[in-house]
């Protein structure tokens, strides 16, 4: 079975510094990623997603940065991080198709201080 | 331009009542495919349901269904016999076709507490 792992569950970075999430995806290739952003009681926003390896959408400008060294790992980036950035970061998988939706892991809870 | 809205920031309902989750979506593309996800306080994204545009019967899963009205480009989410559990955030999601690679879009979604 598919299975979607993502670390860590909750980080505090002081401003100004890196940051490095990690998702993987196992059980299924060549899946679509997506990392979503959530602040505090809102809604999900896009900020990227990538349908193979090496390919990147981006949706949002900013800051964050992702990639997809592996064809089941997307790791979401920052060299400096801002407290706009603090928030839930959520990673999601789908098989390609319009018919399927996503398989969500657990989530980062990130607060920048 | 919302292409998915959810009027309603938060509902209450009685336990073992049933709620209506309103969701309405904009799209000119014919074929697409609607869902709905939980959000308990856990932060987890639950999938739920999920109404293909062709679909002609109404989507159901337990206590789940989805009142698809495709005229209206509507697709209401209905728990029936509410449960304290229910007691989450519900988001409504729209994918359209292009390559089917298209991300899912998400309302802003809707806070339901179920009061014992």
């Known amino acids: 079975s598919q299975t979607i792992h993502q670390w860590p569950a909750t980080l505090v970075q002081p401003v100004g510094s890196p940051l490095s999430l990690e998702c993987t995806v196992e059980?299924?290739?060549?899946?679509?990623l997506y990392w979503y952003r959530q602040a505090a009681g809102r809604g999900l926003q896009l900020l990227f997603y990538?349908?193979?390896?090496?390919?990147i959408s981006s949706e949002v400008p900013q800051n964050l940065s992702a990639s997809r060294p592996q064809d089941r790992q997307f790791i979401l980036s920052s060299k400096k991080l801002l407290l706009s950035d603090s928030g839930f970061y959520l990673c999601?998988?789908?098989?390609?198709?319009?018919?399927?939706?996503?398989?969500f892991g657990s989530g980062t809870r990130l607060t920048v201080v | 331009a919302q292409k998915i809205t959810q009027t309603q920031p938060g509902m209450f309902v009685q336990e073992k009542e049933a709620v209506t989750l309103d969701c309405t979506y904009d799209?000119?593309?014919?074929?697409?495919?609607l869902f709905w996800y939980k959000q308990p306080s856990s932060g987890e994204m639950i999938f739920l349901i999920y109404?293909?545009?062709?679909?002609?019967q109404n989507a159901t899963e337990g206590r789940y269904s989805l009142n698809f009205q495709k005229a209206r480009k509507s697709a209401n989410l209905v728990i029936s016999a509410s449960q304290l559990g229910d007691s989450a955030m519900y988001f409504c999601?729209?994918?359209?076709?292009?390559?089917?690679?298209?991300?899912?879009?998400f309302g802003k979604g809707t806070r339901l507490s179920v009061i014992a």
């Open positions: 799209t000119s593309d014919p074929s697409y495919g």
């Open positions: 059980g299924t290739s060549n899946p679509n």
């Open positions: 999601a729209m994918r359209e076709p292009s390559s089917g690679n298209t991300p899912l879009v």
């Open positions: 990538s349908v193979g390896i090496g390919q």
């Open positions: 999601a998988w789908s098989v390609k198709g319009l018919n399927y939706g996503y398989t």
């Open positions: 109404q293909g545009s062709y679909d002609q």
